[in-house]
Nanobody
Framework: QVQLVESGGGLVQAGGSLRLSCAVS????????MGWFRQGPGKEREFVAA????????QYADGVKGRFTISRDNAKKVVYLQMNSLNPEDTAVYYC?????????????????WGQGTQVTVSS
């Protein structure tokens, strides 16, 4: 079992930055992938970024490359999403997720643990 709790969301002006955190409890393993997804108003949930818990594999969605950075602190068991140059299209509920299947994926269906989400609102 893996429990995930996100924090760090809020209201920010366009061009601003936020850092989301995902506290991880329960079992972790080096082959787990930790991901961030988001779901905007009236939109489907979409992949944002993923990182291997025990390695250097990182993936980003094309729309956030160069603006968002995913990282982790294994000792603290926290996964971060640093978001810079935010724009109103980034407004969404952001979810932390864990994929314990041992392979990287950008598909939400392969992530078997989810947090409750944190709201990010970017004003123009």
């Amino acid at each position: 079992q893996v429990q995930l709790v996100e924090s760090g969301g809020g209201l920010v002006q366009a061009g601003g930055s936020l850092r989301l955190s995902c506290a991880v409890s329960g079992r972790t393993a080096s082959n787990y992938f930790m991901g961030w997804f988001r779901q905007g108003p009236g939109k489907e949930r979409e992949f944002v970024a993923a990182i291997l818990w025990g390695g250097v594999i990182i993936q980003y969605a094309d729309g956030v490359k160069g603006r968002f950075t995913i990282s982790r602190d294994n000792a603290k068991k926290v996964v971060y999403l640093q978001m810079n140059s935010l724009n109103p299209e980034d407004t969404a509920v952001y979810y932390c997720a864990a994929n314990t299947r041992g392979f990287v994926s950008q598909e939400a269906a392969y992530y078997n643990y989810w947090g409750q989400g944190t709201q990010v609102t970017v004003s123009s």
